[in-house]
């Protein structure tokens, strides 16, 4: 598995994109699993909570509070991939491996705002909303893992190998289209989810 991640660095940004998706997804859905095996009762009898109880009010201002939202997770998993690269492992990798994790246990425990009264139903809700706001972190993960300002082989970091600056950054051209395609994710999930709730 180590390898697979300092493999990671050498890929384009499409290939690197597709094997982070992949990885966090599979994070996810094994969390999912977990949750539901151990708390099995999550899902017997849910009680039915109207949707529009989780509406921040009306679908302009709900669309832009789940942006918002999401839009921090994004924040954390790009500092954390900019600022420092240890060995294979950024903060803005781990930032995303909990972010799978905890999406995954909530989903398979069941324990959204709005509850879902089966797993088809829940899982119908993912393939709308979820995958794409999901697939924008795992996108955004990827665009910006080959980036770090400050390189080293170990932690904690006796010698920086590689040090950068803000300015000399740059984003492939790749890049810069996945960059536009995890945005229209982030936004088109959450207008779906706004109409969803406030419907």
């Known amino acids: 598995m180590s390898g697979l991640f300092r493999n990671l660095y050498q890929f384009g940004a499409v290939k690197r994109t597709i094997i982070v998706w ?15 095996l151990l708390q099995p009762d999550s899902w017997v009898n849910v009680p039915t909570v109207a949707p529009s109880s989780a509406a921040v009010g009306g679908v302009g201002t709900t669309i832009g509070y789940i942006v ?3 839009s921090i997770v994004l924040l954390l998993i790009g500092a954390g991939n ?12 781990l930032v995303l491996a909990v972010q799978g994790g905890a999406i995954g246990w909530l989903a398979g425990t069941n324990g959204f705002e709005v509850p879902f009264a089966s797993v088809a139903a829940a899982n119908m809700q993912y393939f709308r909303v979820g995958l794409w706001e999901t697939s924008a972190y795992a996108v955004f993960c990827a665009i910006t893992l080959t980036k770090s300002l400050l390189v080293s082989d170990s932690f904690p ?3 920086w190998a590689e040090k950068r600056t803000w300015g ?32």
């Open 22 to 36: 992949l990885l966090f997804q599979s994070v996810l859905w094994v969390f999912f699993g977990a949750g539901y």
């Open 157 to 159: 970091a006796k010698e």
């Open 168 to 199: 000399s950054l740059r984003f492939s051209r790749a890049e810069k289209a996945l960059a536009v395609l995890a945005l229209a994710f982030l936004v088109g999930a959450a207008l779906v989810e706004a109409l969803y709730l406030v419907g």
């Open 82 to 93: 900019l600022f420092v690269r240890f060995g294979p492992v950024t903060p803005g990798l």
């Open 68 to 70: 918002l939202r999401n």
